[in-house]
């Protein structure tokens, strides 16, 4: 587990040394790593402290250029893979698109930048566009700190739990809004440049710029034929960089579109990669993908998942699941995803994922989120009862101020990214970006990246613009999704896919999927009679949790309804719901880590 920690300050001899024990604190955490773990530089009024948790060295996905013009550090999924020069950040008195093309070369759209001038000591920071790096940001006395791990600001500001997070977190698995676990620290908004200037005394002078404003897009501006040209150049532009980075990479091949898609760019151009799935012999992703692998001599390795009936292994793992994630994502959930990116990666090599690329497919345009078409209204309160609705009705659960209103704070997190004057087929786009996948999928991108390098193709910002502008009629059905598949790659169209679609076009694709579409309803059909003669049963470490929650469950009764709590305690280990136990534990781990120092 990697991360940075980046203290700004006017200049005092002890950075935040006029905050009650904080410099205590950060000289125990500094003295905390062994020898080769902990890199630091040393500027007057700023000091950056790359570390690491695990035999990797820091500087993997963390890239620092240090010179008498002053200090950068490049953070993120292709830090790493850059060569030559690496980029200054522009100026602010460039408008959004005169700095996207001054910065954008290749590769940066998904890296973080932090720059110090030494010319006038300001502090300029790059975010990435959807938050594959989460920043971190807290006031502390007269500095400002910055790292992508909330849980060692809260340790070294001993901040407390904020409320609203844990609301969001126990009622949906996310935090919406630009908030951590912890008052005070909060995340830096994606896609902009920020600007922090030393002011008079401990006065900093803050600007921002947003770099790519999606609800300036030209949406349905483009034809089928047209989008997928854009998508395609734009992705072989992609596929020829990584090529020249010569990096190592791994892509994941399941039985998807995305995946599938991203292995017949990587044919089309001659990348060289290997290929892995996740699962048993007998599931459909597997069975697929060895299927295409043997046709195209790929080189694949089957991940199995996390199975284990020691206790204290599980417990390792869980623990650093919370460590990588902030305790901003349930411990349980991500263990699974940690164990792949641990045990089934060589060092240095990258893990390139299809995430992002389903907005192609109109993921959010359904019926019932638009009236009278897609073309018209927003049914907000429709969206949030489907897709954002909570686990946990939050009136029984969470004292009365925090319980009450869910939609209304939906709404409220929606709006900060929200476009009314749009409509609802372009809304629904900016949505799932920029809520659903900015704050869940970019919450999972952000953890693994700590791990080693993973990324999406989908995430450069000419990709997405094509997808966004292609007409929303055309998109319907996968067509965009299936035009793509075919003009990379036309073989890979003959293989079935998984969840009853189909890849290729016309009715003989169609005829071909029917053989999936029947196993897939069949398996759906299965699944939910044997649900209903054998009840679910909970996940193998839920009672040693669930004894963890019930010692530990007095830390926020502050903020839970005490009629919950009672609820909670009195429950058997063989039947408490397994999420809610697994996300309160994280909860509380995530507090007892944030007290270590």
């Not at 060569?83 to 001054?102: C, K, M, Q, V, Y």
């Not at 029947?518 to 470490?541: D, I, L, N, T």
């Amino acid at each position: 587990m990697r991360g940075f920690l980046v203290l700004y300050f006017p200049g005092q001899p002890e950075p935040g040394g006029d905050s009650a024990g904080f410099s205590g604190r950060l000289g125990r955490w500094i003295a905390s790593f062994p020898p080769g773990s902990l890199e630091s530089h040393q500027r007057p009024g700023f000091a950056c402290h790359l570390f690491s948790r695990s035999p990797v060295p820091p500087g993997l996905n963390q890239v620092t250029a240090d010179s008498p013009a002053g200090f950068r550090l490049f953070v993120g999924p292709k830090a790493g893979l850059q060569a030559g020069s690496l980029p200054e950040i522009p100026d602010h008195g460039l408008d959004a698109l005169a700095a996207r093309r001054s910065l954008f070369g290749d590769g940066m759209e998904t890296t973080v930048l932090l720059s110090l001038d030494a010319r006038d000591g300001s502090l300029a920071v790059k975010t990435d566009l959807l938050n594959s790096t989460y920043v971190y940001h807290a006031r502390i006395g007269g500095m400002l700190a910055f790292s992508n791990s909330s849980l060692l600001l809260a340790r070294l500001t001993e901040a407390e739990p904020e409320p609203e997070s844990l609301l969001d977190f126990l009622s949906t698995g996310s935090i919406y809004g630009n908030r951590s676990l912890f008052r005070g620290i909060t995340t830096l908004r994606p896609s902009c440049f920020y600007k922090w200037e030393k002011g008079n005394g401990k006065a900093f002078a803050e600007s921002r710029l947003e770099y790519w404003k999606m609800r300036d897009i030209a949406f349905a501006s483009l034809s089928l034929r047209e989008g997928s040209d854009r998508i395609l150049a734009a992705l072989d532009g992609e596929f020829a960089w990584l090529k020249r980075s010569g990096g190592k990479f791994v892509f994941d091949l399941t039985g998807g579109y995305d995946s599938r898609a991203n292995v017949g760019i990587a044919l089309r151009s001659g990348l060289p990669f290997r290929a892995t799935v996740s699962g048993d012999d007998r599931h459909e992703d597997v069975v697929l993908a060895r299927r295409i692998s043997e046709r195209y001599g790929i080189d694949l390795k089957v991940a199995r998942p996390l199975d284990t009936t020691d206790g204290e292994e599980l417990r390792a793992i869980l623990e650093q699941a919370v460590a990588c994630c902030d305790g901003e994502y349930d411990a349980l959930e991500y263990a699974n995803i940690l164990h792949i990116h641990t045990r089934y990666f060589s060092e240095g090599e990258a893990s390139v994922h299809g995430s992002t690329a389903d907005v192609a497919r109109n993921y959010f345009l359904l019926p019932g989120f638009y009236r009278p078409t897609p073309e018209g209204a927003l049914d907000l309160d429709a969206l949030i009862a489907k897709k954002f609705s909570p686990f946990l009705d939050p009136a029984r659960v969470f004292k009365s101020d925090l319980g009450r209103g869910w939609a209304a704070h939906m709404r409220d997190q929606i709006a900060a990214y929200d476009a009314p004057g749009l409509p609802a087929y372009a809304r629904l786009d900016l949505v799932y970006l920029r809520v659903r996948m900015q704050y869940w999928q970019g919450r999972i991108a952000s953890s693994t990246n700590r791990v080693h390098s993973s990324f999406t193709p989908w995430t450069r910002i000419d990709v997405l613009e094509a997808i966004l502008s292609t007409r929303w009629q055309e998109k319907s059905g996968g067509m965009l999704s299936r035009t793509l598949l075919q003009r990379m790659h036309p073989g890979l169209d003959g293989f079935p896919m998984t969840g009853g679609n189909f890849p290729g076009i016309g009715a003989a694709a169609a005829l071909r999927s029917l053989p999936s579409l029947a196993g897939f309803f069949a398996g759906k059909v299965a699944k939910r009679v044997s649900r209903s003669v054998h009840p679910p049963r909970p996940a193998q470490p839920l009672a040693s949790l669930q004894s963890d929650v019930n010692a530990g469950i007095g830390r926020i009764e502050n903020l839970l309804h005490p009629d919950f709590i009672a609820a909670l305690r009195r429950q058997g280990t063989d039947s408490p719901p397994a999420l809610l136990v697994s996300r309160i534990w994280t909860v509380l781990k995530a507090y007892d880590w944030s007290r270590k120092i």
